[in-house]
């Protein structure tokens, strides 16, 4: 009798012990294997940042760049952590932001670092934009920009501004001093961008209309499980206009099955290497081949030539995207 308790009990001692071993070792395997993926995706995402931030010495002010200790990562969903905003992302908001730094970076070129809240990113859905607005003889004017600054940097995000001199906004922008306070409307503009939704993106950039297109493509990069492929055409007047340019070529560089830049410029140095001239029907053609979405930044004359040119080739409305 006592035997066959002891039998009873050890047999099933012994398969609730297998079971437990067993069951261990699926939650280790996939725990493992889980962190293991995380880990890629991080190291990914830092690999990026610090790259371009390496690019970047003497073009931009490093720190502009350089993970600090409050920025995660370069804007991967996978990596970010949530943001305090997170769950007003789509919903608009007014806000006052100061000015903390503010540098040359080119004759017509400067960089604005404007203050958040200390654990505070401003945490743009990819492909939205902010705007900011004043009064300009009684009227208000507002205009669209696109921060350079990686969505979850914490406590600050950064404009990078061309100012034109006949500009209303880019002059008021040019005029504020450390300390003042801009008026912000933040998330602004109905483009959301989808990893995987298309296939091969064609991007079409002239002059400052090329911060919409950084932050997409950085998202794309950031994102191991992103296989989309992006090809950039990017127009400037002169050489010295192109902006970010050592961050774009560090992506391409980084990201060569995924990311193909082609710049042109219309008053080319006898130096020049790339393309020249504006952006036509046939340069789309040869240089991008066919794309199943083309999005467009750049100054009004810009983006009607640009739209001419896509209907020209027999692109749909639907697949053209003018930020
Ligand atoms: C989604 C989006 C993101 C943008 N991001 C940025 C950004 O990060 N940085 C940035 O500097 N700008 C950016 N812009 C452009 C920005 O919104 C303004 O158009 C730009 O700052 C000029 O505004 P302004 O009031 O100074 O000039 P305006 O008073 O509107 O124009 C005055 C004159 O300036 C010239 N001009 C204006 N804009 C351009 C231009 N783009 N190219 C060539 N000449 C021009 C023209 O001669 C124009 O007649 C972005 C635009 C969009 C739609």
Redo the contacts with the bound molecule.
Sequence with gaps: MASILIDQFTGRTLLGSALVIVATTVCIYFFLGRSKAKKDTANRATKNSNEEGKKLKGKLPVESFEKSETEVGTGSQSVAPLSVNQAQMNQKYHRTFKLIKKDQISHNVQLFRFELPQEECLDLPIGR?LKVSTTIDQKQ?S??????SLPTARGYFE?????????????FMHSLKVGDTAQVLCPV?SFTYVPNEWKHIAMLA????I??MLQVIRAITANPEDHTRVTLIYSNHTEEDILLKDVLDNLAESFPQQVRIVYTVSEPSPQWKGLTGRITASTIQETIGKADKVLI???VG?NKAMIENLEGLGYSEEMIYK?
């Design positions: 934009h004017v205009r669209s920009y696109t921060p350079i404009l990078l501004i061309k100012v034109y001199e006949k500009g209303q906004m880019s002059r503009g002239g002059g400052s209309g911060t919409p930044c750049g100054p810009f930020f």
